[in-house]
């Protein structure tokens, strides 16, 4: 292809005729063809672009508004950084046209360097950026800014409130919008949930491609400015006009992935313990010498004594032999006994088994793995956790095949922990696929959960789910995800109601939390609060609350029967809603419009919809208010535009906006539903559902009587 100076470029911008199926149409207004240039695509979304200084600027195509700028005034549109500082790309370009819908810049820099840009509309309607140096040695990062309105909020990225491991579960300020924060995109434990997506309230998203490390600064450094940049060889990145939030995530999934759609029993409720003993007694002395797992036993007796639904079951390590409960994938069967006919006791009861698992091996077997070359580089870092080299075929076939005999057994699927540890981020160390452990950093987690998917498939296809902690670009489409190891406080639970709106957005619509939090005490109001929360979110799994059922409490009341009747209101609740929660998950992977949705996704024209983040949609018809403070028997709640009608109440219609304060005992939260018969048949009279399990609640079961039955 024969370059040409931007001077006379007119030829390759002015092509008139009709446009080809699947290929956008490029032109030049008269006039400003020399410094300018105009790509529209099919559906007449506008790039104008000016080569220097270089501005890319997106028009809505009725109207002509900007959605989306790269550079303003004062604002170079993409820069570079180097050991001498940052840098703008300038200068008199010479420009190629790549395709109808596409072109090339090369800009000459100091000592014989190249910058080139590329702009292409793509099918799914975003405009794809491209910066690339040659040669690009001593470049640290690439990046881009956009210039930043006085109101405008940003929303995605990380799962996290902020970027700092250290205030998970603290007392903190910020909350559902990213403006002011930088964000690292490294993949940190444990709410390890990261994408480098983001969307606007000015109408638009910008996705970056790959999965070497950057970070985002959005307008903390300056407040006209969001920047971001990357490492690697080059930066690629999709700038996603809206105009609103429906529109750019719809467009969003067609470029980063689709959401996952489990099979329909992933929407029951969950139960686990985080530590599984087997006793010789039940909680409450009862003698135990029975063929399963003692507290297993004891939480699906006691929760089907007191009629709570329970369609998931699954046990954390220790589950296997050796020190760590982890060694060759071998059962323990002293604390497991007879696991392979527990899993179909359990699945005689309608309840799916699953397991945990990490990334990393234990036992015999890594001699082995050492032998074959199958693990990470960097092994001394590792301590005794030796992680597989998923990028290694060969690798991944061996772990696959030292698992299957667990999925023949009939495990369901895995709980994928951890992936999110220990897994090195050095540029002088390469895994087997020739990439530095640099760039494999971040797209481990979907390394792991590809190869755990990938086995499932073959073994038990469409008839099981992964549940990971950990996911970058890619993890959306093998997995559901919770929330790591939040603290059991207030603050848990409020980084918690973050995090599942945060997820949504980035994609991670499949999507739960530890209810009550992990590894400290429980709070007995807390806990009733998170089980009122979750009973909203796809994925309500209830563990593991100090590794006793509510019936065995660490305080009094230590058969807690007003906690055990929440558990069985919103647990019935929950599986009320299962084939609306599958209705909606079928909803998220065809226009990436996620199950938990923020105000903002259905009201984005409401500008108190973009503030507000104790309240969220489940699905199109459900107003879910989330109660976090201890002590709070009252709730404001924000009705947008339209009819409403209150659960609590059902003879009450409300219309909006209004804001309505709601009295909230510690059962109860705010619930509304747009007034819609389906919805409210399926949700029922929750007031006759409360007393119902307050009823059940108080009639203690005889766990003497429910163990004989399975000896």
Known sequence: MNRIPWVVIAAAIAVQGEARLGVARAQSPAGEYARTATVTSLTGLRADVTWNPLRVTVREPATGRVVSQLGASGIPALFFESDAGSRAIQGDPIVERTTLNGYRATYALDAGRRAEVELQWTPAETLLVTLRFEPDGEIRRLGAQLPVASDEHFVGLLERTVDNPAADGRPLSAALDLRGQT???????????YLPFYLSSAGYG????????GVFDLAASRGNTTAFSFEGPELKFHVIPGPDPAAILGRYVQVAGRPLVPPKWAFLPWRYRDEHVNLPRFYDGTAYSGPYNSQVVEDVLMLQALDIPLGVYWIDRPWAVGHEGYDDFTWDRRRVPNPERMIRWLDDKGIRFLLWLAPWIQGSIVDEAKRRGFLMPDLASQNDHSHVDFTNPGATV??????????????????LDRGDEEVPGRVDLRTADGRTTREVHNDYPRLYAGAAHQLLTARRPDDFILMARAGYTGSQSLAAFWAGDSSTSE???RQAIIAAQRAAVMGFSLWGTDIGGYGMRLDREVLARWIAFGAFTPIMQVGPTENRGLWDMPTEPRYDTELIAIWRLYAKLHTALQNYSVAHALIARETGVPMIRPLFLAFPDDRRAWDTWEEFFYGDDILVGAIWRKGQRAMSVYLPEGDWLDMWNPTRLVSGPITLTVDCPMYKIPIFIRPRAATARAMGDLNALWDDS????????????????IH
Do not use: I, N, Y
Not at 399 to 415: N, S
Not at 694 to 709: C, E, F, Q
């Open 183 to 193: 964000v690292s995109m490294f993949v940190k434990p444990t709410h390890s949930l």
């Open 206 to 213: 910008v996705f970056v491609e790959g999965t070497w490390p």
């Open 398 to 415: 061996w772990w696959q095949d030292c698992v299957r005999t667990l999925v023949d057994a009939g495990v369901a699927g895995f709980k």
């Open 491 to 493: 603050w848990g639970l």
């Open 694 to 709: 307050l009823k059940r609640a108080r009639a203690k079961p005889d766990l003497a009587g429910l163990a004989a039955a």
